[in-house]
């Protein structure tokens, strides 16, 4: 199974400020033949079930506000906040559905500083 | 609006049986692969078994491999999850999930349910 670990478990930023969360696959989902990295973020707000926020690594889902981008290739992956709102705190978590099973990250927890 | 809305759920004594189902609406549910995903109180998410847009694929996670049973019934747009054989280690929001694509693989998860909670436990 792929391992996937995001850093930091936990992190608070102050609100317009920018928010970092690093994920890291054990192998890489860069399928080569189409160049698409298998890897998607979810965002989980509290009592509320996840919702997709990135995909190929990149690519918003429809709806989502565009201070949220994804970045990275391979083994290596990035999401990004650009402007913390309060309705960003959440629990965010990377998968990757390169490989069966597709896994999750553990998650990171967003707070307000 | 897609809707995914589980039921099933329950206090269970380990060693028993449970099913899942699912109804789902606002899109045509014999176009995408389906999904069973779940999360331990107070803990991550696990996926726990899919299946393909005709049912032809399915896979497990090997914690639950050979006691849980996947399915779905398009002519009336419900997925469901027989749990045999429970743990404690079942224990556990239980989401029912829609992929993006047709199969159980290689796409993301675009809709979640609310999901129904399994509590195993003597």
């Known amino acids: 199974d792929i391992v996937m670990t995001q850093s930091p478990d936990s992190l608070a930023v102050s609100l317009g400020e920018r928010a970092t969360i690093n994920c890291k696959s054990s192998q890489s989902v860069l399928y080569i033949s189409n160049d698409e990295n298998y890897l998607a973020w979810y965002q989980q707000k509290p009592g509320q079930p996840p919702k997709l926020l990135i995909y190929w690594a990149s690519t918003r889902e429809s709806g989502v506000p565009d201070r949220f981008s994804g970045s990275g290739s391979a083994t290596d992956f990035t999401l990004t906040i650009s402007s913390l709102q309060a309705e960003d705190v959440a629990i965010y978590y990377c998968q990757q559905y390169y490989s069966t099973p597709p896994t999750f990250g553990q998650g990171t927890k967003v707070e307000i500083k | 609006e897609v809707q995914l809305v589980e039921s099933g759920g329950g206090l269970v004594q380990p060693g028993r049986s449970l099913r899942l189902s699912c109804a789902a609406s606002g899109f045509t549910f014999d176009y995408y692969g389906m999904h069973w995903v779940r999360q331990p109180p107070g803990k991550g998410l696990e996926w726990v078994a899919g299946?393909?847009?005709?049912?032809?694929?399915?896979g497990y996670a090997d914690s639950v491999k050979g006691r849980f049973t996947i399915s779905r019934d398009n002519a009336k747009n419900f997925l469901y999850l027989q749990m045999n054989s429970l743990r404690d280690e079942d224990t556990a929001l239980y989401y029912c999930?829609?992929?993006?694509?047709?199969?159980?693989?290689?796409?993301?998860?675009?809709?979640w349910g609310q999901g129904t909670l399994v509590a195993v436990s003597s």
């Open positions: 299946l393909s847009y005709n049912s032809r694929t399915i």
């Open positions: 999930v829609k992929d993006l694509g047709t199969y159980y693989n290689g796409n993301p998860f675009d809709y």
